[in-house]
């Protein structure tokens, strides 16, 4: 991968509009990934809803390190909403329905036109989810290759669904057997039961059109675009993306995008930073909505090794006050330490309004001040990577289950919806560097699960298969690496659309 803007043929004239779904999930892996691009002499465009790119200004400092790379800049849309709408990211429709009717012209106008000086975009990065970065580009005849953020096996259940819903697996029959095997999902036989499938295959029967007609124009998108990128690697799922292969346009898995952007940058620096005279290591860092609170590194600092559980079930989970207690009492019944990321808008109560979740927290906290340390908004990657943490209690959203297999820290668990379901399942039955409390979610069970992650012999066990894992993806990311070659083939695509 080249730095030098003409170092191909196009490579000129190539402008990549990048377009992820506003959410922190999507954000951040679409902003390593432009990072990347960037620096291998990509122009880029990041376009970001008006809402979350004042508080990524807000939150994250780190994004000023953005400006200084060279062909990049940063544009906004609106995303249709009242000012003072929460706009929770649980309320999916809501936002993509809105920026359909309201960031359509924006966005077309972005795509068509030359807009201060910079040429036309040549290609765009669309998120898989958000059906108006790929509905307009492909009716304004934009070349788009389609990134989906989540796992390699949540596409492919996803994919599935029509097979699924032809065979008659789903709908569930009424009172049947979550834990009977699923037939109908290739390279999964023997894995998934009907307990893994995305959360909304569980409630097709009431059919639920709107998620079906959602899932089909999802998986539509992912096929007719130019390009499939996942931020996974090829070492982790071997068998399931050579079927994948078959099925999708060119796959790029050029994951873990959070390790790949350090190591590329690490990279760069040494060759090429000196010629430029630009500092890129300033450009990485967080890129948050929330902001972070740095104090439980201080914490963590004073913990010893491996003996703190981190706890954060993301950016999107909500629970209710119950379910958080009875994790609470959990993890002080199993007697060792934690650290717990509890969002101010995680917790509602069982009419769904929203409580003040860091006051529950420090309610908790209370009597565990020794024991247990709770923060709003950890900073993650930081967290999993330091000696103390020893497990992570995870809800398995894609980018918390790659940054704890990265860290090498064996993960307990808890998923809340859609693609968790499956991560969660090939977490413990496949990769083998967790256990899966799904559908669970009492004091026993969790003290039961710290032990077993914590303690023993099982302890060691999956520790040494989650270092592992982490190993072979850092293999991936480095030079001659599997991802580090999609990666490069990536580039040089997009370079031709430039020509
Ligand atoms: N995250 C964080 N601090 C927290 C909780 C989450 O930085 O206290 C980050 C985490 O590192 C991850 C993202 O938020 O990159 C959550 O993405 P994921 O795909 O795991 O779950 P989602 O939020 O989409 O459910």
């Known amino acids: 991968v080249h730095k030098d803007p003409n170092s191909m043929a196009g490579s000129a004239a ?96 972005l795509l068509t036109q030359e807009i201060d000086g910079w040429p036309p975009v040549t290609c765009v990065v669309a998120d898989g989810i958000l059906h108006l970065a790929n509905d307009v580009a492909d009716e304004v005849g934009v070349p788009t290759l389609v990134f989906r953020t989540s796992s390699p096996c949540s596409c492919w259940v996803y994919q599935s669904l029509p097979i699924l819903l032809h065979e008659g697996v789903i709908p569930f029959p009424e009172e049947c ?113 929330w902001q972070e609170d740095r104090t439980c590194m201080t914490w963590l600092d004073n913990q010893r090794d491996k003996s703190v559980v981190y706890v954060s079930f993301g950016s999107v989970a909500v629970v209710s006050r119950e379910q958080l207690n009875e994790f609470w009492q959990g993890l002080v019944n199993s007697g060792h330490r934690f650290l717990w990321a509890v969002r101010r808008d995680m917790v509602v109560s069982q009419g769904e309004e ?43 959203g894609w980018n918390s289950t790659l940054e704890g297999l990265v860290a090498g820290v064996p993960m307990i668990c808890w998923p809340y919806f859609a693609d968790q379901m499956i991560n969660s399942r090939f977490t413990s039955e496949v990769w083998r560097i967790g256990v899966d409390m799904k559908d669970r979610c009492d004091r026993i069970t969790v003290e039961r699960m710290v032990r077993e992650v914590m303690e023993g012999e099982s302890a060691l066990r999956l520790r040494s298969s989650a270092a592992k894992m982490g190993e072979l993806a850092r293999k991936s990311v480095e030079e001659g690496g599997t991802s580090r070659a999609d990666l490069e083939s990536l580039v040089r695509y997009i370079k031709s659309t430039g020509s």
């Open 354 to 396: 929203m409580m003040n979740g860091t006051a529950v927290a420090e309610e908790l906290e209370k009597g565990t001040k020794e024991r247990g340390c709770m923060v709003d908004w950890a900073p993650q990657e930081e967290v999993l990577a330091h000696r103390a943490v020893g497990c992570f209690l995870t809800h398995s």
């Open 14 to 109: 190539a402008h990549v509009l990048i377009f992820p779904f506003p959410a922190q999930g999507h954000v951040t892996p679409m902003l390593s990934l432009a990072e990347i691009l960037s620096l291998s002499g990509l122009r880029i465009t990041f376009l970001n809803t008006e809402h979350n790119h004042r508080r990524l200004l807000r939150h994250s400092p780190a994004l000023s390190g953005f400006a200084r790379l060279r062909n990049f800049r940063f544009l906004t849309i609106p995303d249709g909403l009242p000012e003072d709408d929460p706009r929770l990211s649980i309320n999916f429709f809501k936002v993509q329905d809105s920026m359909m009717t309201s960031s359509r012209d924006r966005y077309k106008e």
């Open 177 to 289: 057997d979550m834990d009977e095997m699923v037939c109908g999902v290739e390279g999964m036989e023997g894995i998934v039961r009907r307990r893994d499938l995305p959360s909304f295959m569980r409630f097709a029967k009431s059919a639920d059109e709107h998620i079906i007609k959602f899932i089909s124009t999802l998986n539509s998108h992912a096929i007719r675009g130019k390009g499939f990128i996942l931020n996974s690697f090829e070492a982790l799922d071997p068998t399931l993306l050579s079927i994948m292969r078959s099925y999708y346009p060119t796959i790029y898995t050029v994951g873990p995008l959070h390790l790949h952007v350090t190591s590329f940058i690490s990279n760069y620096n040494e060759e090429e930073a000196e010629e430029e005279e630009v500092d890129y290591k300033s450009s990485s860092g967080s890129t948050s909505l």
